[in-house]
T-cell receptor, first 114, second 111 residues
């Protein structure tokens, strides 16, 4: 099946530990995105990448890092510098250009830091 | 990308049409209007998009005003399963751009 996969669905970590969230897509999309969602809130953009080996900070990049070594993969690392990491994290991908650049989302990873 | 403004919440009776407004008064000529919805604890789902003409698909209709400064998403016969948060965003095409969501409209469909 074509789509975008995030894993794991639930993740628990101790405070002070770095943790990496996986996002893989087989839609041949150039652009990929990471969002954070807190309870009752909208989606806030963390990082995005328009092409392999390139990425830009979104609105709330502090305490996060990403890499884009392959077109299919865009992992997000939540570092110990992120002061409030417990949240729902969503990954998306889309065509980079074009008139039909709708984004496809994964089902999310719910991270809980204790 | 242009900013959008949506009401925080709306109610709709099941079987009735749900009309969700969105203001995008600073939209540029090359920006499309996209609508997504998010059912609780899931990833957002694409609904429809348009540039300046009205659009319809199996899920909804999109009405864009002639000056393109606002639009309305219409769910013609809302069901309980349409209860979700609906996001209106604008996005340029022909350029690489980030995809920014606002806070959306929480639609509650009731019996």
């Amino acid at each position: 099946d074509g789509g975008i996969t995030q894993s794991p669905k639930y993740l628990f970590r101790k405070e002070g530990q770095n943790v990496t969230l996986s996002c893989e897509q087989n839609l041949n999309h150039d652009a990929m995105y990471w969002y954070r969602q807190d309870p009752g809130q909208g989606l806030r953009l963390i990082y995005y990448s328009q092409i392999v080996n390139d990425f830009q900070k979104g609105d709330i990049a502090e305490g996060y890092s990403v890499s884009r070594e392959k077109k299919e993969s865009f992992p997000l690392t939540v570092t110990s510098a992120q002061k409030n990491p417990t949240a729902f994290y969503l990954c998306a991908s889309s065509d980079r250009f074009g008139n039909n650049a709708e984004a496809f989302f994964g089902q999310g990873t719910r991270l809980t830091v204790v | 990308d242009a900013k959008t403004t949506q009401p925080p919440s709306m109610d709709c009776a099941e079987g009735r049409a749900a009309n969700l407004p969105c203001n995008h008064s600073t939209i540029s000529g090359n920006e499309y209007v996209y609508w997504y919805r998010q059912i609780h604890s899931q990833g957002p789902q694409y609904i429809i998009h348009g540039l300046k003409n009205n659009e319809t698909n199996e899920m909804a209709s999109l009405i864009i005003t002639e000056d393109r400064k606002s639009s309305t998403l219409i769910l013609p016969h809302a069901t309980l399963r349409d209860t979700a948060v609906y996001y209106c965003i604008v996005r340029a095409t022909g350029t690489a751009s980030k995809l920014t969501f606002g806070t959306g409209t929480r639609l509650q469909v009731t019996l």
